[in-house]
Structures are given as structure tokens and as C-alpha cells.
């Protein structure tokens, strides 16, 4: 099927709103931390922790001990709504223009583009949890929770006050009757639930909001007398729109609808702030103590923070809603992961910080690519609480027509209140804070304070400049689309030459149950063969495979049964590419004695037949090198020596996968390795000869005969083949990526710790090859088995894979099955991809960054064709934390060339994904394939996203499926778009190809560029 370049963009951006259904992630620890973070409202910094030592806050000041306080932290807008969507999105409430806790307020839809935390992090493969207040709307942003607990309403214990909306009581009632109680033992519960994930948890906690509601138990660690009233005079020349008459405490029953507060009902609202302080820090200890007990404080980053001040009756005002210093001043406390080596604990940073740096903050403690916000990361304060981070920090508040913004540096706070559409000044305010936080008089316009107001009103021009359009101007911010991924190269450099594209991926791996007629796709090359288990010992013990036999009397050979096999793959067009000599016969076995336990002398029985067959060495080395030799002696007298010569011999077959492929020990085997070498030079001394292992950093749990467990081999047979002269031509390991185990499909992790502790070895023999000779990408392991990854996860994984391979010059992927029914594997499509590009030089290239702010890892191959043709370039997205489809990434090609600019070129684009992938086009247009069984549809409950039809749907959906098959087509071919015209760009010498795309999630994209 053609489509267009244009077309096809257009099918891109109007599926940028499409996610896949489901989000698993990491069942395996990674280094990046948990994130757990206490969201209070209301509170401001009155606590133990901050020197008021009236107010009983054990578990607070605890946290404080364990990190870092902060003690000039500052809110963008004193009001739950806003001041919680740019928390959510280290945005500034002026960059959103989102001011209100209305519909209109809320970050969805008002700003769809803009990238918030949840998002964020469940798109680098975190489980995302709110419980409780986190957002003000229950609705706003709740998509980009895994877990979303909504918060609740107010709980009255005693009879009336809830029909009087009541503005505090104290009930005689357990802890969790009212709704922090609640929401600390949800938060427990998940915490349970997610104890083997990756999460970041948002605990929002409503007290101190009104009404001041808490169990008397924390009203009786007060006593009502003990509280000052608070002077009610207000500040000399204050704005007449600076405070307002705190319509939100009239609300309340039992508050006068006008008029102040008389004193004794001061001290009991405050009485009533107090007690909610500390029945919302005993919840917020539970919560700790928990996390605690399941040992997840070693790798759980804690913050806890408010959303804004609050005033108790100064001014003789309530509440929040101003620009005030009581207003915008919060509690912060961060508390690295017990595990983090730099981690500091109980020191207090007077650095002046905001809301929005929390944003920037979790993002980097997490190793995630933060999108542009206006915050700034604490991280390097966290390490040295002395340091200085910013110079002022900003908040605002809008009145109707007219807007307040205001900066404070700490020992003073400017605001100017301004006409909100023309920015015009309309009145100006300056307190001094060097002594209190309470306002005394506005001194702007004093002589004496001339120069102090001149500076502060710089800085905040700065941030509100003067011909700046309307507060109230409707805003859209892309925020994501800004961090456009660049993959770049020059072409014209020699040294990021990283040599010839070969061909690694021509080798299909058969066991004896291989049947020759069934061909991999082969792109128009014979097939090659990695012939396993050809000597037989097979776990059917059938005997008609075995090449050595005891017939009763004495041994025989039938080395038949292997020509037999070997003329099949001949036979059928087949090159043998490699024989390996695993399994011994089983009549090798023969005068062993099995015992239960293990002795250090005799073989244990369990392990007589293993997973593949016999796992034990021969019980006769002269006999088994004679064996060895005569064998290689038929093949040469049956092929000639030449064609034999031609093919390699691996001796054993991920030799420790313990019990499964060898049940002996490491020395035994090197012994077997080194006879069996020696038997076959001695009759083809040009033999090339090699092993398989597993991974470098392979553990095993098996206790062999000997009572002891061997862990990778491959790193002292390195060793032990030097230092003993043993021969290998080449060495190879499995790589069974599981898409569930992020760091297995991290080739940055994947080549430091399961290849480079062998191919960079010391010891290792620099002319051999390094391999891979048992690949595929798998959801599991099965016995003898396993299931495979069918979506277009495969395609892009193995894009991927390929690029670490040609990078570290690993020759070979030995690969199982890759084509069905005449369609060729998600694996197979990105190979089709790049066998044009064999022969091509490979240059190296640089990204913008290692992932993208949805966590995607985006980057590419960048060839030159043969006699200066063109360029070809195979580009990947991938995500190995997060399987969801998720929004298609802006992707700019700048490729270097020996061209003057204005040198036209041609260029066009086949894509590999989700739409070409025959079985996912099933799913799309039968929703019931994506529907578990126990709700009506056809998918298996266990069944992983990515699974195939086979191993996912039921009968009745697999009938479906195959009824339906052929309207698909075979998936065999790419499908191009047309060809697009360019020109290059920069000077006359040289110049830039430039490509601008989109890429989606999980995709290879081939572009051919010609001139």
C-alpha cells in the first residue's frame, strides 16, 4: 500500500492523542529512587521543625532530622487550585494563565501540551499514585495516574455540625473517621501494593484546610487560653485590595458573616488550626512508619511541602488569597533516599527556593529528562544545604480587573498592583521582613527605601515585564514539543567513521526438531544453520538421533543420524553455517553411578536427564576424542574437506545455564571443551572452533554434585584458555531481553555488565569473535521456551540492538524463528530494513540528549552509500521502562556533507510500527482482543500487551484472527512514502541535509536520501 510523505505526516499528528492500554514496567529494581510526596494544605511553617515549639509535630521534625529544611521556600499563588497546577507542572501561574480554582483554573483542558509530573514519570515507567487532595479539581490531570484516589469530603462526628457546616469540632473518634486518617491508610495499602514497583506517590493531606475537624486527642495536646491573639491592625497604606474580607472562613458555621472575630473564638479556630496540624503529622508518620517497615526508606525519596501559607487572625484577616508574606511562605523538607551516598541529614538551607523547583527536582533525583518549566532543580542544594539558589522568588494574585505581583529576596516584598489587561501600575507596596513576617507599613515611595524598592522593582520587571500582554490572555503551552530530539553526523569527518555495515543477522539457530522446509526470512540470501544437539543425547532419549550407541555388547557408531540431518538442511537449500557439538550420547552416560545428595564424587540422579537431554560430560574422555575425530573424518569423507572446512564447530551450548545445558562443573567442562577442541584439529586442524556461555553477569542458584554454585563462565574460560593455549575462534553468550526487566533492554547496561566483563576482558583473544548465538526478545521464559515479544516493541528493540552491535563490533545474532505463514517477525521487518544498507560505511552520531522527556530513548544507524549515492538512515524510538504508546516525538535528521549548500537532494521514509504489524492491526479492530475474558472479551488475564495472538487470546479470539488473517496481507515488504525535495544548507564548502519528522512510539523509520 503507497502513502504519502504528507499523508503520512497527517496519520501522525492525529494520533498523537492515542495511548496503548496498558503500562507495565520494571518487576526489577533500577537505580533511580522511589518518590513519595506529602502534600498538605493550608500549612504553613509552624512547627517544631521551624522553631514553634507550641505546636506538637514529632513526625515532621522527625523528617526534618533525616534531611534538609528549608526555611525561605515560597508559593507562586497562595490559593489551592493554581498554586497546585504549577506545583504539578513547575509552571508559573503567569506562564499557564491559570488563576482560578474553577473549571477554567484547572490544568486540563485548559493546557493539554503542557507535561505535568504524573505524566512525566509514567512515561519513564514509574507507577504514578494520588491519594487524596494532590490536584484541587478530583478530575483534573487524573488520566496520568496509574492509581488515582480521589480525595474526600468533610466527616462530621458530632450530630448537627455537618447541617451547619460546621468550622471545627473535635470528635471523639478514631483517626481514620475523618479523611487524612482515610488517605493515610490508603496510602499504606498502595504502599503494600507497590512495594517490587518503581512509583511516585502524591499523598495529599486536607488538614489544616478548613474545617479544622481532627480527633480530640489532638485537640487535648492544646489548650485554647495558651493561644496570643494576634494584633489586627493592618499595615500602614496598604493596598485597599491587598486582603480581603476571607470569605472562606464565613463560609463555616459558627463565623460571623461580617465583622472580626471576636478573641476567645480566635484562640479556638486557632486551637482548632493547631490540633489539625497534629493530627495530619501523626498521619503522615504512619505513612513513614510503613514505608519504613518494608524496607523501602533505603531507595524512597521524601518531600513534604504545602501548597500556601495561611493567616490565623493577623490583620485581623484569615485564611490565604493574598499576596502576603503569611501567605506565600511553606514549609519544604526533602529527604534523599537512605541509600544516597551524599545524602545529608538535619541541616536546615536558608537558600531562597520556590514550588515550581520541585518539578525539576524529582525529575532529575529520578535520572528523567525534564521538559522546560520555569522551576530550577534543588538537587545541587540538596547536596550542599550552604549553597544560594536563586536571587528572589515571585507570586501573584488576581483581583478581578486588577493583578498583584510581587517578589520578595526575604528581608523585603515588593508587589505592584497592576491593570491586568495593559500591565498599567496602579498602586505599589514594600514591607519590611528583615524582622518578622508580619507587615507593619508599606514604605514604598519613602526616600530612605528609595533604593531597596528600585532593585526589587528590577527584578520584579524581570519576571512581569511591563509590556507584557494580558494576564487574562488565553495562553497555549507546548512544553514537550520544545525539547525536539536532534540526531546529528558529519559525513565529512573520517575519524566518526565506525567501519562497514556487515551482515550480523544471517543465522537462524535449529534444534533437532527443526524442520529445513520451514525458511527465516532470508531477503533473498541461502539460509544459514546453527545445527543444535547433532550428536543427539536428546530429553526424549530417543535413541535414533544418538551418533554413538551401546549395542549390548559393545559401542557403535551411527553417524548417520547426523548426516541424515545435514543433508535435509542441504537439501533444502540450506547453508551450514555451524554445528555444535553439545549434548554427548547418551550411552556416554554409561558406568556412572547417580546418587540423591550431593557427594563430591558421583553425579546427582535428578540431574540424570535435564531440560535439553545429557547434561554430563562423557564418562570416557580417550573415548569420546576418538569419537570426536571419527566424526569429523565421515563429514570430511562424506562433504570433502573443503566444504567442511568451511563450516565452525561450537562445542556445548550456553554451557552455564546450570542444570539445563550442563550439570558438572566449571572445570570439568573446560576439560571437555579442551579434548574435544584437540580431537578436532587434530583431523581439520583449520577448524574454527568456539563456545557459548551465558551472560557475564550471570548468578546461578544450582548446587551441583559437588555441593557448590557457579556463577558466568565465560570470564575464566578467558583466563584458563590463555593461560592454558587452548584455541577459540570465536566466543558467544543468550541475550533474552524481557520487556518487563527494564535494565535488560538498557544497551548502555546491557554491554557493561553482560558483555563488557568478556569481550574487554584482559585476557580475551583480540582475534576472535564476539557473538550473540541465542537471541529473541521475550515476555518470558517458558521450560524449553518461551514467549516472544509480537508488536512493533520487537521492531524498534531490535533497531536498537543493532546499533550497540555495530558500535562494539559484535559479529553475530543467531536467531530463532523470524518469519510465520509468509509474514515476516516485528525482528524480521527492521532487518528488511537494513539489509539495503549492507556494505554502507556506519558513522557515528550525536542526540540532544540520552532520552526524551516521555523517557524515549530515540536515536539511529547513519550510513553513506557506496560511490557517494546517498545516505541511509535507520532511526528507532524506544522506551524500556514504559510500554505505552505514547505521543509521536518532533525528530530533526542534520547529517554533514561534502556539498555546497543549495545542493538539491531527494529523500523518502518506510515506517515500521504498531499499523504495519499485522497482529496489531487484529487488535485495533476487535476491541475484544484487548478485553480480558472475565469482562467479556477474548484476552487471557495474564496476557502481556505485547504477547501474540497465540499466546495471548483465547480460542475463540485465535479463531477470529485466523478467519480474518488474509484481508492483512503479509507483513514483507516496507511501505514508502514518496520522494520529497531538499536542499542542503550552511556554506559553499559544506554543508547540512536536514529532515524534519515526527516519530512515534515504538517505530523504526528508514530514510534513503539520494542526490
Known sequence: METTFEHFRVILLALFALFFTANIHASEPDRSPNILVFLIDDLRPDLGAYGHLQVVSPNIDKLAKEGVKFTRAYAQQAICGPSRVSIMTGLRPETTGLYTIRKDGRLRPNQPDVTSIPQLFKANGYKTVSIGKVYHSTVDDAENWSTHIKKLDNFYAIDGNKEKRF??????????????????????????????DKFLMFVGLSKPHLPFNAPKRYWDLYDSNEFAVPSRNKPEDMYRLALTNWGELRMYGGIPKEGDVDDELTKKLRHGYYASVSYVDAQMGRVMQALNEMDLRENTMVVLMSDHGYKLGEYGAWNKHTNMELDTKVPLIISRESSYAKRVSGEASHALVENVDIFPTLAEAAGINAPK???????????????????????????????????????????????????????????????????????????????????LAVLLRK???????????????????????????????????????????????????????????????????????????????????????????????????????????????????????????????????????????????????????????????????????????????????????????????????????????????FDHYHNTVAAIKTVLPSAKVGAHFREASHKSKYVDYTGNKENAYAPYFITWAKQNKVPYDFLAISYYPHITHPHEMDMDTVYANQIAPILEHADY?????????????????????????????????????????????????????????????????????????????????????????????????????????????????????????????????????????????????????????????????????????????????????????????NEEGQSVFHKNRDKYGKMDSLNWSEWQEGKTEGTSQHSDVIIQSLIPSFTVQKYEVRW
Request: hydrophobic share 35%; aromatic share 12%.
Open 167 to 196: 468550622a471545627y469540632e473535635a470528635g471523639e473518634v478514631e483517626d481514620d473517621f475523618y479523611k487524612d486518617g482515610k488517605v493515610a491508610s490508603d496510602a499504606i495499602r498502595a504502599l503494600k501494593e507497590l512495594k517490587d
Open 373 to 455: 518549566v520555569d522551576g530550577k532543580s534543588l538537587l545541587g542544594v540538596l547536596d550542599k544545604p550552604k549553597s544560594q539558589h536563586k536571587s528572589a522568588a515571585y507570586s501573584l494574585f488576581n483581583r478581578g480587573k486588577i493583578m498583584g505581583v510581587s517578589v520578595t529576596n526575604v528581608d523585603w516584598r515588593y508587589t505592584e498592583w497592576r491593570n491586568a489587561k495593559t500591565q498599567a501600575v496602579q498602586y505599589t507596596e514594600l514591607y519590611d521582613h528583615r524582622h518578622s513576617d508580619i507587615a507593619s507599613a508599606n514604605v514604598s515611595g519613602k526616600r530612605e527605601f528609595e533604593e531597596i524598592e528600585a532593585g
Open 463 to 669: 519576571q512581569f515585564p511591563l509590556d507584557a500582554p494580558s494576564f487574562y490572555e488565553k495562553r497555549h503551552i507546548n512544553n514537550t514539543a520544545s525539547t525536539e530530539m536532534v540526531l546529528s553526523t558529519d559525513f565529512t569527518k573520517d575519524d566518526t567513521k565506525i567501519g562497514p555495515l556487515y551482515d550480523f543477522f544471517d543465522v537462524a539457530v535449529r534444534t533437532e526438531r527443526g524442520n529445513p522446509k520451514s525458511k527465516p526470512a532470508t531477503f533473498g540470501r541461502p539460509p544459514k544453520v546453527n545445527t543444535v544437539r547433532m550428536l543427539g543425547g536428546w530429553y526424549n532419549q530417543d535413541l535414533t538421533g544418538d551418533t554413538y550407541q551401546w549395542d549390548g555388547e559393545k559401542y557403535v557408531y551411527n553417524f548417520a543420524a547426523a548426516t541424515k540431518r545435514i543433508d535435509s538442511w542441504i537439501d533444502n537449500d540450506w547453508d551450514i553455517f555451524q554445528i555444535v557439538l553439545d549434548n554427548p550420547p547418551w550411552a556416554f552416560q554409561r558406568g556412572y553411578t547417580f546418587v540423591e545428595e550431593p557427594d563430591g564424587a558421583h553425579y546427582l540422579k535428578k540431574d540424570k536427564v535435564g531440560v535439553y537431554g545429557n547434561g554430563l560430560p562423557p564418562n570416557d574422555a580417550k573415548a569420546w576424542n576418538k569419537y570426536i575425530q571419527d566424526f569429523i573424518t565421515h563429514l570430511i569423507e562424506r562433504y570433502g574437506k573443503e566444504r567442511v572446512a568451511s563450516w565452525r564447530f561450537r562445542v556445548g551450548s550456553e554451557i552455564d545455564t546450570r542444570p539445563q545445558h550442563w550439570s558438572a562443573s566449571r572445570e570439568e567442562f
Open 765 to 953: 583473544n583480540p582475534e576472535a569473535s564476539f557473538e550473540i548465538h541465542e537471541y529473541k526478545f521475550i515476555v518470558k521464559m517458558k521450560r524449553a521456551g518461551f514467549v516472544s515479544v509480537a508488536t512493533s516493541h520487537n521492531s524498534a528493540f531490535f533497531a536498537m540492538l543493532s546499533k550497540m552491535m555495530l558500535k562494539q563490533n559484535i559479529k553475530e545474532v543467531f536467531q530463532w524463528g523470524n518469519m510465520r505463514d509468509g509474514s515476516y517477525s516485528p525482528e524480521a521487518m527492521t532487518q528488511l530494513a537494513l539489509h539495503s544498507m549492507l556494505g554502507n560505511t556506519v558513522f557515528e552520531n550525536a542526540t540532544t540528549s540520552d532520552r526524551t522527556v516521555q523517557g524515549n530513548r530515540i536515536d539511529g544507524i547513519f550510513s553513506v552509500r557506496k560511490e557517494e549515492e546517498g545516505m541511509d538512515i535507520l532511526t528507532f524510538n524506544f522506551n524500556n521502562k514504559n510500554v505505552s504508546y505514547l505521543k509521536p516525538e518532533p525528530l530533526t535528521l542534520a547529517m554533514k556533507v561534502d556539498k555546497p549548500a543549495g545542493t538539491r537532494f531527494q529523500y523518502r521514509v518506510a515506517q515500521i510500527d504498531r499499523y504495519t504489524n499485522i497482529e496489531q492491526q487484529f487488535f485495533n479492530d476487535f476491541p475484544k482482543a484487548m478485553i480480558v475474558e472475565s469482562q467479556g472479551g477474548w484476552r487471557k488475564a495474564d496476557a502481556h500487551p505485547t504477547a501474540s495472538v497465540h499466546n495471548a487470546l
